[in-house]
């Protein structure tokens, strides 16, 4: 009964656009973003447009919104975006945030930035992470490669980073005990361990990847990581006839691994915390924040944000952020919603202007704006 509640939504994951963007991808030499689709999920197309909510979030979020929105303009793309504003800089966007959520529920494919959450006890709970789990889009990708034209600590990175989204230590489940007591539960099922295994080995087989590591720290958290880990070495059994390599590695050593030899790794799968970690110290390696795209996938919905989910708070209302996570995000997007040839136009035009070096941000080494970041695009689609 588990598997068969848990296997749909893992199976659909199995879709040949991986392998079309893989081809693509192989015939361009352009690290063109893996796409993702779910069988369940019909995106809302009107007039022969789709249209998509978008929630920009705070910092540099709306800079970023801005130039996706230049670029989908001139590059003619058949979406149209529901926009709300929401911020988790004030509580009061409580009722907002459920709107963009009735959004979601209607449209089934969104984009957004990131929205911030105090780290205060009277702060409100993250919408980010309350978004992930009222939509039950349980698997997060973050692709952290290497770009041509950026100059990064390391080369020939190419690692898809998968994460469980919904559980693990994101469970918001904390009390105090006793004064200066405090418990705080990491929740580890394995109906979610399997459909987000099942995720990283099919996504492994459909993009021609050649091995998956299970990250953990099962030595300590005998239970809880170490029903993550069996849960995974399950999943891995059904699928040695692929040919695919299954790893594990505790989460502490592959902190050390990434940071002297990255290319070992292929696909990661781990749980909420550790996938947040391994994402940032990713970044780290590529060239920052500013240059992964992700997604986060369930049966019904997909939801498109930068891979390192950073706001950038510093860099608010200053031109000054790096569009391209956020614009090869929606590139993910686009060929989600099967729009390959705009997708390709898009990225080809990403790729090429970093590479000319023309227009770079200042986190790359330039001094471009955003925006004209976003037109040197727009002057290669
Ligand atoms: N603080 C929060 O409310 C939230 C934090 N997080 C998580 O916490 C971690 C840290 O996040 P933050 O404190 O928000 O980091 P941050 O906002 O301080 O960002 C770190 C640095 O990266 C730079 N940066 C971020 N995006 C950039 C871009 N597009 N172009 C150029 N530079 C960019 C920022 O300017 C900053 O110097 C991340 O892993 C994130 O996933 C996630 C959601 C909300
Ligand atoms: O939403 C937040 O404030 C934190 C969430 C987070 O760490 C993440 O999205 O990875």
């Known amino acids: 009964m588990l598997q068969s509640l848990v296997r749909p939504a893992a199976q659909s994951v199995a879709r040949n656009t991986f392998s079309r963007a893989f081809a693509s991808q192989a015939s361009t030499s352009i690290p063109t973003p893996a796409p993702v689709e779910q069988r369940t999920i019909s995106p809302k197309k009107y007039g022969g447009k789709y249209t998509v909510t978008m929630i920009p979030g705070d910092g540099v979020g709306p800079?970023?919104?801005?130039?996706?929105?230049d670029v989908f303009k001139?590059?003619?793309?058949p979406v149209e975006f529901e926009q709300y504003d929401v911020s988790g800089m004030t509580s009061a966007d409580d009722k907002l945030y459920k709107e963009s959520l009735?959004?979601?529920?209607?449209?089934?494919?969104?984009?957004?930035?990131?929205?911030?959450?105090?780290?205060?006890?009277?702060?409100?709970?993250?919408?980010?992470?309350?978004?992930?789990?009222?939509?039950?889009?349980?698997?997060?990708?973050?692709l952290c490669k290497n770009i041509p034209g950026i100059n990064a600590r390391m080369s020939n990175v190419d690692i898809a980073i998968i994460r469980e989204n919904t559980e693990g230590e994101y469970s918001g489940l904390e009390h105090q005990s006793y004064?200066?007591?405090?418990?705080?539960l990491k929740i580890i099922t394995r109906a979610k361990t399997e459909r987000i295994a099942r995720?990283?080995?099919?996504?492994?087989?459909?993009?021609?990847?050649?091995?998956?590591?299970?990250?953990?720290k099962a030595n300590i958290m005998k239970l809880g990581d170490g029903l993550f880990l069996r849960t995974c070495r399950d999943v891995a059994k059904e699928y040695e006839h692929t040919g695919i390599i299954f790893n594990d590695m505790i989460v502490d050593n592959t902190a050390m691994q990434l940071v002297s030899r990255p290319q070992q790794f292929d696909v990661m799968v781990m749980p909420n915390l550790y996938g947040n970690?391994?994402?940032?110290?990713?970044?780290?390696?590529i060239g920052g924040p500013g240059i992964i795209p992700g997604c986060n996938i369930g049966r019904e919905y997909a939801m498109f944000e930068p891979g390192c989910r950073h706001v950038g708070l510093d860099l608010a209302d200053q031109?000054?952020?790096?569009?391209?996570?956020?614009?090869?995000?929606?590139?993910?997007m686009l060929r989600h919603l099967n729009l390959d040839e705009h997708a390709n136009r898009i990225s080809s035009a990403v790729?090429?202007?970093?590479?000319?070096?023309?227009?770079?941000?200042?986190?790359i080494g330039g001094n471009s704006s955003t925006t004209e970041f976003t037109a040197a695009v727009i002057s290669k689609l």
């Open 179 to 184: 004064p200066g007591v405090v418990e705080s």
């Open 319 to 332: 031109n000054a952020a790096n569009p391209t996570a956020m614009l090869l995000s929606s590139v993910m």
């Open 63 to 69: 800079d970023l919104a801005a130039s996706v929105k």
């Open 74 to 77: 001139a590059a003619n793309v």
């Open 277 to 285: 970690i391994v994402s940032n110290v990713g970044a780290g390696l």
């Open 102 to 142: 009735d959004s979601l529920r209607r449209n089934k494919v969104g984009i957004k930035g990131t929205l911030f959450t105090p780290a205060t006890k009277l702060g409100h709970t993250s919408f980010n992470v309350t978004m992930r789990k009222d939509l039950d889009i349980y698997a997060s990708l973050s």
């Open 199 to 216: 995720f990283a080995f099919d996504f492994a087989v459909k993009n021609n990847r050649k091995k998956v590591t299970a990250v953990h």
């Open 351 to 363: 790729y090429e202007t970093i590479q000319a070096g023309t227009a770079k941000t200042r986190d």
